[in-house]
T-cell receptor
Framework: DAKTTQPNSMESNEEEPVHLPCNHS???????IHWYRQLPSQGPEYVIH???SNVNNRMASLAIAEDRKSSTLILHRATLRDAAVYYC?????????????FGGGTRLMVKP | EAGVAQSPRYKIIEKRQSVAFWCNPI?????LYWYQQILGQGPKLLIQ????????DSQLPKDRFSAERLKGVDSTLKIQPAKLEDSAVYLC?????????????FGPGTRLTVT
């Protein structure tokens, strides 16, 4: 899978929007952009994914740059429960499987 | 619906001992994954099963790690003999299928400490 680059950590204030960036300059046309997050002492959980168009769900929004070389996960109103490590992952759809290659992620800290 | 179950949650063993972890995926999920997460790092895939067949085990240290998926449902991951560097959280995940668009559901993990 192609490589992603994320900041090691970010801080946010509670009830404010959070924009988590991800660079993936070597993305290919068939790579999907996935976001997972991992709360303390828990397994990762799916947040959102997309290919070319911006995506919204109940947890977050995903904004994908027009050239697809970067994307941003948007939490509209951060809560203390959103403090977690957020992973941006590129996954290529092929017959080899559905493997996720995790990087180091961004540790989001939310201040009350 | 019930999530992915793993046991035990914690295990402490001495190096050169053996250990086994158990995973029960979400009912009906055909694909099962085992990941290893070393402290401070993201999870690393060890092995992927589709029903009871292995799809990918390229990152599984086969000299000491083994895994099986009995009847395409439960799975067991074994380490024999354990080394100090095996200390990590072992995560099990499942998904309805390996195809695109299906998220992976993770269990709480088993924290292994090798002394």
């Amino acid at each position: 899978d192609a490589k992603t680059t994320q900041p090691n950590s970010m801080e946010s204030n509670e009830e404010e929007p959070v924009h988590l960036p991800c660079n993936h300059s070597t993305i290919s046309g068939t790579d999907y952009i996935h976001w997972y997050r991992q709360l303390p002492s828990q397994g990762p959980e799916y947040v959102i994914h997309g290919l070319t168009s911006n995506v919204n769900n109940r947890m977050a929004s995903l904004a994908i740059a027009e050239d697809r070389k970067s994307s941003t996960l948007i939490l509209h109103r951060a809560t203390l429960r959103d403090a977690a490590v957020y992973y941006c992952i590129l996954r290529r759809y092929n017959n080899a499987g559905n493997m996720l290659t995790f990087g180091g992620g961004t540790r989001l800290m939310v201040k009350p | 619906e019930a999530g992915v179950a793993q046991s035990p949650r914690y295990k402490i063993i001495e190096k050169r001992q053996s250990v086994a972890f158990w995973c029960n995926p979400i009912s009906g999920h055909a694909t099962l994954y085992w990941y290893q997460q070393i402290l401070g790092q993201g999870p690393k895939l060890l092995i992927q099963f589709q029903n009871n067949g292995v799809v990918d085990d390229s990152q599984l240290p086969k000299d000491r790690f083994s895994a099986e998926r009995l009847k395409g449902v439960d799975s067991t991951l074994k380490i024999q003999p354990a080394k100090l560097e095996d200390s990590a959280v072992y995560l099990c995940a499942s998904s309805p299928t390996w195809r695109e668009g299906y998220e992976q559901y993770f269990g709480p993990g088993t924290r292994l400490t090798v002394t």
